[in-house]
């Protein structure tokens, strides 16, 4: 039976499956539940007892040990909503997302994607047909070109050429995939044929495609992106912008919304340009379109993500709009309700991607049992996680565990709020970068809204510095603190001086004790 805001579509179901896991499966079966949908989960046999197959109403296991033969396979996540009774198929982020042949198969199944078509994944999946996209719309693109070079072909005089055209510095980028992948920044001719070599190989190693294209490294730049919905009907908005400029290796940390940097003027014209963008591939569902902005105000074309994006919740704090709820309705058929003039800025919302990693060890990723997870609640605080307290952390899957985010009037109440939930977030068993994030979001650049994308490339070495000890040793201590009723409280009333130097907190053992094993 059909929920009775889908009684008129013309698409209706009743049922969806989400081909994902963790956080974001989490996310999409509780808002699927909210709007009277049957949801469905899928998982291998190391996530039997996770929390996604918790929450969800059904759950089909996947067998195989391999990603290839669970998450990343496309005829059993097919067959799981078959056998399900699924009507639809939400394929969240990550994973299978921006495959346009996953998408293809979901369609060809009579089942309904809840995502953009196939063409418009294909096309801004590689990176040299959405750049002649972008020019073609009169979309402001990065000056580069392509480079394709025929096996065996003396590449050094074409590859020499384009470098000289474009100029120095550039950046060298593999035309298929992501994620940091094929990609090389050059700053000096004499560096071009090792870069290049490397960057090649790395792309058919990654990709199977080792096509790269030379692009204008723009230096003290940030990273802004546009969220929007379109419907089928040919009706786009953006939902305004989220500075993502805090990264590492390519891989963003912390996201805000609104953007510090940008000024109405900008901010309207970089949403217009987004929407011409989504309009050149005749975009359906919701998506968001990157761009990096150079230190003199121009901005840029990068990339577009043709699915849910992990910090959307920030956007959804500011405006009000459920995005993933928006996903639903437009796979169903539904018109956008919605015009631009509708859409408003409400405060500040920052997100905090909180990792199961070694900030003092290159983030290596860590592993252990969550022995102690108290996370920050109150006014202004979302938690979206797909773990619980006694939940073993593996190297199986990204090391996300949560993402922290917080809302306020404006963003130095948003930060003071962030700076005391990451605070009050008490982690034990397993190492994380809650120190590092907090020490980050103290530095003079962020506090005032300067962050660009190198920021932590050059950033000193003491804010990476992480103190652990033996965490067997901590849980021991702390549990045993707790269960007789001692803390730091009565242990001042002793001493008169015993206050967490950290927090200021005083009276939680284990809120001390996560200080030196974050």
């Not at 989490?26 to 909210?34: D, K, P």
């Not at 998408?103 to 040299?128: F, R, T």
């Not at 470098?163 to 004499?190: C, D, F, I, Q, T």
């Not at 773990?387 to 996300?400: L, N």
Request: hydrophobic residues 40%; negative net charge.
């Amino acid at each position: 039976m059909f929920p009775d805001w889908m009684k008129d579509a013309p698409k209706p179901y009743s049922s969806v499956l989400v081909a994902n896991r963790g956080e974001i499966a989490v996310r999409i079966l509780q808002s699927a539940r909210e709007l009277g949908l049957k949801g469905i989960s899928i998982y291998s046999d190391s996530d039997a007892n996770s929390l996604h197959v918790e929450v969800s109403e059904e759950a089909i296991h996947l067998p195989g040990k391999l990603l290839s033969e669970t998450y990343l396979n496309i005829e059993a996540i097919i067959n799981a909503a078959k056998i399900s009774g699924a009507e639809a198929i939400h394929p969240g982020y990550g994973f299978l997302s921006e495959r346009s042949d996953f998408a293809k198969a979901v369609v060809d199944s009579n089942l309904i994607w809840i995502g953009p078509s196939p063409k418009s994944i294909q096309i801004m999946g590689d990176k040299i047909s959405a750049r002649n996209k972008m020019i073609d719309s009169g979309v402001p693109i990065i000056p580069g070109e392509e480079i394709f070079i025929e096996k065996d072909e003396d590449y050094i005089g074409p590859l020499a050429a384009a470098a000289a055209r474009v100029g120095y510095p550039l950046l060298l980028k593999a035309s298929a995939g992501g994620g940091g992948k094929g990609m090389r920044a050059v700053y000096e001719p004499k560096n071009l044929k090792s870069q290049y070599e490397a960057a090649s190989r790395e792309a058919s190693t990654a990709f199977g495609d080792g096509t790269v294209y030379v692009e204008r490294l723009l230096t003290k730049a940030r990273h802004v992106e546009i969220q929007i919905l379109c419907d089928e009907r040919g009706n786009s908005i953006h939902l305004n912008e989220r500075d993502c400029s805090l990264q590492r290796r390519h891989q963003k940390v912390i996201e805000e919304a609104p953007s510090p940097a940008l000024s109405d003027e900008i901010r309207q014209s970089m949403g217009e340009s987004a929407i011409k963008a989504a309009n050149s591939v005749n975009y359906v569902g919701a998506g968001t379109v990157e761009f990096l902005l150079s230190s003199n105000e121009q901005f840029f074309f990068l990339e577009m993500n043709t699915r849910l994006q992990v910090e959307h919740p920030i956007t959804e704090l500011i405006t009000g709009i459920d995005i993933v709820q928006k996903q639903f309705e437009i796979a169903a058929g539904i018109e956008l309700n919605l015009n631009q003039e509708d859409i408003g800025i409400n405060g500040h919302s920052i997100e905090a991607r909180i990792y199961a990693e070694n900030p003092s060890n290159g983030f290596l990723p860590a592993t252990g049992i969550l022995s102690k997870w108290k996370f920050p609640n109150g006014p202004g605080i979302r938690l979206d996680s797909g773990f619980r307290e006694g939940d073993e952390i593996t190297i199986d899957f990204d090391p996300m565990l949560a993402k922290l985010i917080v809302h306020a009037p404006n963003r130095e109440t948003a930060l003071r709020k962030l700076d005391t939930a990451i605070s009050d977030f008490i982690i034990l068993g397993v190492m994380t970068n809650l120190g590092f994030l907090r020490d980050v979001i103290k530095q003079d650049e962020f506090f005032e809204g300067q962050i660009t994308t190198d920021y932590l490339e050059n950033a000193p070495e003491s804010l990476f510095a992480q103190t652990s000890s033996n965490p067997s040793h901590l849980i021991a201590i702390a549990s045993a603190a707790e269960r007789i009723g001692v803390n730091r409280q009565s242990l001042g009333q002793l001493s008169g001086e015993m206050v967490d130097d950290y927090s200021g907190h005083i009276g939680d053992p284990f809120r001390t004790l996560s200080r030196i094993f974050p």
